[in-house]
């Protein structure tokens, strides 16, 4: 097992150093700030961001709910492309990455909530108020990422009982912008970004072409083979958005994407190796992996004098294909072939308020979606494996299909006393029809059909006070809810049942020094209940409603500019996240206040950027990662971590270079465990992205 966590002094003397080199460097150019005209030293201040996570445009600083923006100058500052990367930097989030993007297997915990390894999210993933099936999307050509924090049900429904992400991409205007951008790093990465806007057709017709390739030879060493590209992972994908204004009140807006990811899947080493020789893996198959997807929506919009009217036309396919060795060694022992199709088509319809002055506003909505999944499981047993006698070799392959329908209603008002206290509540009733068929009989197992119809009330309280122009007050009651399903592969065609939560909540957020300085915090307590686990019955992993869970913790998020061109932000969270009462079924297992598995109990983020007057910047990012436990046993943690990235640029009119590190300080660290004692084998641990240093350069229309 791994040796216990050690304080590396000269690891956290360079951290520290690297930090104050920011702070250090400005005083040579302390002049240009004095140059400055009075009126531009007093006019600067942090920018306002308008954001739309909760399904109607408001000030993120009026928003009584626990919300973290992240503007597309913030990822560009922070390095960050990927959701690998996203998740690292908001607060109280944690991805526990378990392969390569088109795996499916990944863990993304919100305020101690996780899905504990059922296929279905815990949390939503939204692209434009269209909901995705996973969350390993580009963030490509985006302008904002919305995080909300806390069950979500109200508004979203299904698989929102930790929280929604909402991502925002850039909409086409009137004038032509364009930039192409290219890069070269570590292992070989080439990378090549571009997007193209402006208009077609008077000013009427827009559009936006965004586009994205990158290929690499991945950091992953298979002993095995002498091979040190073993991973070579590449990764394309496009998008096309035409906007159409007839009017100054109506809108169309028309959207294509496609992605393709695909590489080798050799992503895991043995723990005993780890800290020694963490990108060192020795197996016999090297597999595959290999993510499509695709979508086109519409959006047509109405804004009149007092209502707004708002259609989401949407089609989405996701195919997934995970062929890897499962045994993780040189034995031709065991494999695993699964393949996942996701077909969804969705329509939402949402009437609300559109004059911001009244007391009154509303939102009142109706959704509805049909999706089909596909999946196909392959075990394989070889030759070598340590139970031949029971389990000849050969493959063990099962099938199944689940046609979805769901409808919902949905509304919320909210009301503001004597300008000073403002009462929102809201409600949504959510139904949910599957019809699940399914053959293991080639794999020992049975053939049936199933269905079952799952229901759901979800209400929301929230009382603000909002009589100080400088910040709110807020406290507030949410249920969130997941929905049930089937089980796929072991105890195939078993149901288990949703699960829910309730979040309380108290918040502050507020803005000083002329909006120089925001410091919001909130705390919360959240009660999970018919929680959907991960249970294992000592070969395989199935799900199971495992009793009850509760998670409380706080956050506090603070930005600054205390300068012109200095910009300093910090985000810390702590979560406290326990089964209170989880007793296997059929077993004697009691994992009752054990720590629930792919939690962090503290997520911290630090980042400061600099500009200066002549065109050249810097930031860096500290990310830090608690203690997380693997297992439902807890008999398996990975220690706290951090990594820094650091970035020094130049940026002109008409074109930027810079310098980038990730993983500056070269931190060895593992995303998740596998434990396959069970089939006779060790733990093994999936790392984390080691050292990675490029250049970029991109030329600007």
Do not use: C
């Not at 434009?128 to 490509?140: F, P, R, T, V």
């Not at 193209?196 to 290929?215: C, Q």
């Not at 994908?237 to 035409?242: H, S, T």
């Not at 009149?304 to 045994?327: F, Y």
Request: charged letters at 25%; hydrophobic letters at 35%.
């Amino acid at each position: 097992m791994r040796e216990p966590y050690r304080f590396n002094k000269m690891k956290y003397k360079m951290m520290i150093g690297f930090f104050m080199f920011l702070l250090l460097f400005k005083p040579l150019f302390a002049q240009e700030v004095e140059n400055q005209s009075e009126d531009t030293a007093e006019s600067f201040n942090l920018e306002v961001i308008t954001v739309t996570a909760d399904k109607r445009e408001v000030d993120s600083q009026q928003a009584s709910t626990s919300i973290t923006v992240q503007t597309d100058l913030d990822l560009a500052n922070s390095g960050v492309f990927t959701a690998e990367e996203l998740f690292n930097i908001l607060p109280n989030m944690h991805l526990a990455l378990a392969g390569p993007p088109a795996d499916v297997g990944s863990i993304v915990s919100i305020r101690g909530i996780s899905q504990t390894m059922s296929l279905a999210p815990s949390f939503g993933f939204y692209v434009d108020d269209i909901y995705y099936s996973e969350y390993d999307a580009n963030l490509l050509d985006v302008e904002r990422v919305e995080l909300l924090r806390g069950p979500q049900g109200t508004l979203y429904g299904r698989n929102t009982s930790s929280g929604v992400l909402n991502i925002v991409t850039k909409k086409p205007g009137d004038t032509l912008e364009g930039r192409l951008e290219a890069g070269y790093g570590s292992f070989n990465t080439t990378d090549v970004k571009f997007n193209l806007s402006g208009p077609l057709v008077g000013e009427r017709l827009y559009f936006r072409l965004a586009g994205h390739y990158d290929k690499s030879d991945g950091y992953m060493r298979n002993d095995y083979t002498d091979d040190d590209k073993v991973n070579e992972p590449v990764n394309s994908e496009a998008k096309v958005l035409l906007r159409y204004t007839p009017s100054d009140q109506l809108s169309f807006d028309l959207a294509f994407d496609s992605l393709k990811y695909e590489s080798k899947y050799t992503d895991y080493v043995p723990l005993d190796d780890f800290d020694d020789k963490p990108y060192e893996a020795n197996v016999d198959y090297e597999g595959d992996s290999l993510k499509e997807a695709s979508g086109s929506n519409l959006r047509i919009e109405y804004a009149g004098e007092s209502v707004k009217i708002i259609s989401i036309t949407a089609q989405r396919r996701d195919e997934n294909e995970l062929d890897h060795d499962l045994d993780f060694t040189a034995d031709d022992s065991f494999r695993q072939l699964y393949k996942r199709d996701y077909d969804t088509l969705s329509q939402e319809l949402r009437l609300l308020s559109n004059d911001k002055k009244s007391a009154l506003q509303w939102l009142f909505g109706l959704y509805g979606f049909r999706e089909k999944q596909d999946h196909e499981y392959t075990f394989t047993a070889g030759p070598d494996n340590p139970f031949i006698m029971m389990m000849p070799a050969g493959d063990y392959p099962s099938v199944s299909e689940n046609n979805i329908t769901g409808q919902a209603l949905f509304g919320e008002a909210s009301y503001t006393f004597a300008k000073a206290i403002k009462v929102t509540t809201g409600v949504r009733f959510d139904q949910e029809k599957q019809e699940f068929e399914y053959d293991a009989t080639k794999a020992g197992g049975e053939k049936g059909e199933k269905s079952e119809t799952f229901t759901a009330t979800l209400p929301k309280l929230v009382v603000s006070y909002v009589g100080n122009p400088k910040g709110l007050v807020y406290a507030g009651a949410t249920k969130g809810y997941k929905a049930g399903g089937f089980n796929l592969v072991t105890n195939i065609g078993d149901k288990f049942e949703p699960e829910f939560t309730w979040n309380y909540e108290i918040g502050v957020k507020s803005n000083w020094l002329d909006n120089r300085l925001v410091l919001n915090a909130a705390v919360y307590h959240i009660d999970w209940k018919d929680m959907q686990v991960n249970a294992s019955n000592g070969a395989d992993f199935y799900t199971e409603n495992g009793g009850k869970a509760t998670s409380r913790g706080y956050e506090l998020e603070l930005k600054a500019m205390p300068v012109q061109g200095l910009t300093i932000s910090t985000a810390v969270a702590y979560t406290h996240s326990k089964f209170d009462d989880y007793k296997q079924k059929g077993t004697t297992n009691d994992f009752s206040d054990n720590y629930v598995p792919f939690v962090p109990d503290y997520t911290g983020h630090l980042g400061i950027s600099y500009s200066w007057l002549n065109g050249l910047y810097a930031t860096a990012d500290m990310m830090h990662t608690g203690r997380v436990y693997m297992n439902n046993e807890n008999t398996l943690k990975e220690d706290p971590y951090n990594i820094i990235n650091a970035k020094l640029g130049y940026e002109a009119e008409s074109f930027e270079v810079f310098l980038w590190a990730k993983n500056l300080l070269s931190e060895k660290y593992a995303t998740t465990y596998a434990d396959m004692r069970n089939y006779g084998y060790d733990v093994v641990a999936r790392p984390g992205s080691p050292q990675t240093i490029g250049l970029t350069m991109a030329g600007k229309l």
